[in-house]
């Protein structure tokens, strides 16, 4: 070893030792013929002064140099609060160098103004940010409460294939050629989403992974091409039996991490989240339900709302106590807009005087009737959207959402937990002209809906539940279908033939004619959970070797050119341009 | 829940109890009207009875059938000593069925003599034996001590790509095309060797990781495709260090797995190995060492020798207690020959009388220091491979190796480790006509080497080192080059042009130049660590879900062949035949 101690452990019951250290210089200061370095490992920093007999030692080091110190630990005369260590420095007697360093290409501080593509390519540099590093311990540190709560309950880690077969949710997937049998490719998983329903066919009970999951989509922001699944299954079980078990690991992780011991967990149908918050995704740290003002409307005279309730249209409606300009309004109602919503009404109240853009359509009874059921008070803003029901909901949904955040009606320490139950069993994709799966196709419908599963897939629900955090979708899981018929008939539903689910995933459905226990599951998303609990936006903070939107590694250029004769091998060739 | 124990969970203090279980049905048998089911799950198997008046509900049940029984806990008029719960039976008053059953196509129980390639088919019903089970459920026991013990010394796991640039490992790449930059390609990482070095510079100081590696070799039957690697790298330390941590990690495991806490570890010079065992993975776990016999036969006018002796060859000699007939001497001449050499000489003592190949070709005075200097008795026969060093030591280390086993010395309730140190810098390469890295190209030199690196390769040795098990091959590790200069030295004896480093890794070499720690790792398999623990030679016995010989999972079908529009969204196609 070249330390026996590391930077971040020396204390004032250590003066008079004799210590071997090593790390990083993270700045030197010169006084008059004393340097002081500050030296750095993953620990810490401690303070190491070299004294005029010393200085001849220090004279070549500079910045990022990696050297190992002996010397005696001392008590400083003025300590440092900053640092932990900030008691004691350490008088050296002897320092080599072990590494030398080049002027680096962003400098490593907590706050960095380097642009992410320089951060990007030198990763190693930004990892010895504290920023990053604390992300990535903080990272190490969720998997293992996750892992010991689950181990805890009986949880088995099974590693499952990452040279798979295409699975059908939807993404585009990544292929690998076949060496040994050219022209056949391997698929990288989107999720080990069959293999652990057949680990469950296999008995194994209860089954979790830390599992990387690949998908080859378009990026945004908050995606990556690889990333990592707290995924589970478990038989014999529903969903109050799942969602107690994550409500467990849950509570783990933020006792641990944050030290909350109080999480609550709502409950929320869908159709009860698009009502009230326009979102299966709504953000309970604040209030601001939609209402509906279909009722008061019902004998309207005004044209427009009139039009839309004659074409069974809803009027919904959204307070917040905050006197918006007209200018923020026009922002707003372009905002509307990019859900669809045609426009944005309102109607203000202040020193009991309504004005706004409703103010003359609406009569006098209508206005009174709106104030009583929302319980208007002065300085507040009635936001209107009336439109098809989904435009109607989204559009204010949306608007809820911005405006939650940007009045600060969000209490940031907060953590708001809820699970939407009870999803569509299906989504009408307009692209593709018929209804698809709105989770997977191995999701279970309500009983209660079975009647509905092809005569009306509009309102046939699925046993399919969300948990969202703070607004962002933390998981989704389902109940699985356990039964073949069932099966075969949710296949109908979604127009894949017989002969279509026996090429795709054949031998999947084969396992289910051997005994499938009833089963359940979720795929929690890791990096999602990180950057809650870490509190950035940004997915490449919490990865340690992250890529870019394109889904390029700057740091090693991967993906880059091979060499003819591997692709030789592979039996394929590039497709000559046109 | 639709159980509220488990199959494996009741005993005689749960008499009288009203419970209700799940799970497989295992066995029926009819006694008259009664009717007994053993239900199985992954925890065990309990007896249910039906009397005559609950038959009924049994009637249509067959074998896997998978049911839900409500019923009493009951004391067994005769116990069965084989169940651990074998003192109880539950009387059913309910029995429901969750999910039928076709006949399996294979049995599940312990013994099966089932193809393999049916038991791969329908890997999911392999996986309900419990030996298949068991092996899976001792996977993720010992990772969780790997873990366990590695985060106790500040060890951090992070995760790295799998969708990264070609590693310089020898090995064939998995390639992924990409989509976004058609001609271009990620590599699967045969290891994470590159990036845990790059975090090591990051400053990460102590990391690990279960991770998947790939590698699209030609498969032996103790390959897979894909396969976990337990990876560790520390910096500021060297192999005394490094194998430290591992020995911990291996005395917790044995501990915990097989009640062992006496484990020894061993060390070895390669060419001490070599010397003495004729192998750089000995099993130790009995003596018959190789003995160098040039001495001997210094003077000797047996032609054959004298020729091996000028021309600077070894003459070595293995020694077992056991009478061989001629036609075994045959086979194990045949055996040797494998190894390329070219006889196998040999001389039995038996009642004081030596007879045997050598007998007629060596003098009286050979024969008895042969005799002296290898304590020859009764019974003994003495081996003997003359030829070029390395295949002298080879030829009878396999022999060694062979007969250890066949002859019963091997204990198999032994765990004998030993590290094998200081292994050769380079290897000579017949193939390419050049000396390649026999570790990786990033591994240190021994210190008193360097002078060798390139003058003298082949007696330039390196601080590489291997953990070898009851003759396997555990891990192979090294300490690092940190430091750029020597990094190109080594590259340079390579044969590898500084063009072709800086294509090849460049962005790797260039952080070295950002202050690097000294630093050493290990990559540990986990695969073969389990096949050892649980006694298994067929690595697909401790792989959920594994391949053929061919990369083929028999399972899924995998790799299949993709739809035309896949292929062109990534730029290439197929290559037509000639």
Redesign the interface.
């Known amino acids: 070893?070249?330390?026996d101690h590391?930077c971040g452990q020396l204390r004032k019951e250590d003066v008079g030792k004799k210590v071997k250290l090593?790390g990083?210089v993270s700045k030197r200061r010169n006084l008059g013929s004393i340097v002081f370095i500050d030296l750095?490992?993953?620990?810490g920093i401690t303070q190491i002064t070299f004294d005029e007999n010393h200085s001849e030692l220090v004279k070549d080091i500079r910045n990022?140099?990696?050297i190992?110190v002996d010397g005696i630990v001392s008590l400083k005369a003025t300590p440092n609060p900053k640092l932990e260590t900030g008691e004691i420095e350490v008088l050296v007697e002897n320092c080599k160098v072990?590494?030398?360093?080049?002027t680096?290409p962003l400098i490593i501080a907590d706050e960095t103004d380097a642009l992410e593509d320089v951060r990007l390519?030198?990763?190693?540099?930004?990892?010895?940010r504290n920023p990053i590093?604390e992300k990535?311990?903080l990272?190490?540190k969720v998997?293992?409460i996750v892992?010991n709560t689950l181990?805890g309950k009986?949880f088995?880690?099974?590693?499952?294939?990452?040279?798979?077969?295409?699975t059908p949710e939807g993404a585009?997937?990544?292929?690998?050629?076949?060496?040994?049998?050219?022209?056949?490719?391997?698929?990288?998983p989107q999720s080990p989403q069959?293999?652990k329903q057949?680990?469950m066919?296999?008995?194994?009970?209860?089954y979790f992974q830390i599992a990387?999951c690949?998908r080859?989509e378009d990026l945004r922001a908050d995606r990556q091409?690889?990333f990592?699944q707290i995924d589970i299954e478990m038989s014999?079980?529903?969903e109050n039996?799942i969602q107690g078990v994550v409500e467990e690991v849950m509570r783990n992780i933020f006792k641990d991490v944050k030290g909350i011991d109080n999480l609550e967990f709502k409950q929320l149908k869908f159709i009860d989240a698009m009502d009230k918050y326009g979102s299966d995704k709504p953000d309970l740290r604040f209030g601001n339900e939609l209402v509906n003002l279909n009722d008061i409307f019902e004998k309207t005279e005004f044209k427009i709302f009139r039009d839309i309730l004659d074409r069974k249209g809803l009027i919904k409606g959204l307070v917040f106590n905050h006197n918006f300009s007209r200018k923020e309004i026009d922002s707003l109602t372009e905002f509307v807009k990019i859900y669809k919503a045609k426009a944005l009404a309102y109607l203000k109240l202040n020193e009991g005087v309504f004005s706004g853009s409703l103010n003359n359509a609406l009569s006098d009874e209508e206005k009174d009737a709106l104030k009583e059921k929302l319980s208007l008070k002065d300085g507040d803003t009635l936001f209107i959207v009336g439109d098809d029901k989904k435009i109607a909901e989204t559009a204010l949904g949306a608007l809820r959402s911005k405006l939650g955040n940007e009045l600060g009606l969000v209490d940031k320490n907060q953590y708001a937990f809820v699970w939407i139950n009870d999803f569509p069993m299906y989504e009408y994709s307009e692209e593709e002209g018929r209804y698809v799966a709105a989770h997977h196709p191995f999701t279970s419908p309500k009983i209660e809906d079975l009647d509905k599963l092809i005569s009306d897939r509009a309102n046939c629900y699925s046993r399919a539940y969300d948990l969202v955090l703070n607004g962002y979708e933390l998981l989704s899981g389902s109940v699985r279908i356990?039964?073949k018929e069932l099966q075969a008939k949710v296949f109908e539903a979604l127009e894949i033939t017989p002969e279509k689910a026996k090429q795709r995933f054949g031998?999947?459905l084969e396992?289910?004619?051997?005994?499938?226990?009833?089963h359940c599951g979720v795929g929690i998303g890791l990096e999602r959970l990180i950057m809650i609990l870490s509190d950035t936006d940004n997915i490449k903070d919490v990865?340690?070797?992250p890529?870019t939107a394109?889904?390029?590694?700057l740091?090693?250029?991967?993906?880059?050119?091979?060499d003819e004769d591997?692709?030789?091998?592979?039996?394929?060739?590039?497709?000559k341009k046109d």
């Open positions: 070893m070249n330390r590391t090593a990083w750095r490992d993953r620990y990022e140099y990696v190992e072990l590494s030398s360093a080049k680096t390519k030198y990763r190693y540099l930004d990892i010895r590093k990535l311990l990272r190490d998997t293992t892992r181990h009986d088995v880690e099974v590693e499952t294939p990452i040279l798979s077969k295409s585009r997937d990544y292929l690998v050629p076949s060496r040994l049998y050219n022209g056949r490719f391997y698929a990288l069959i293999y057949l680990l066919i296999g008995g194994m009970d209860r990387r690949f080859d091409p690889e990592t014999f079980a529903d039996d356990h039964n031998f999947f396992a289910f004619e051997y005994g499938a226990p009833p990865v340690a070797f890529k394109s889904a390029m590694c740091m090693s250029d991967a993906p880059n050119v091979v591997q692709l030789d091998f592979l039996g394929i060739e590039l497709k």
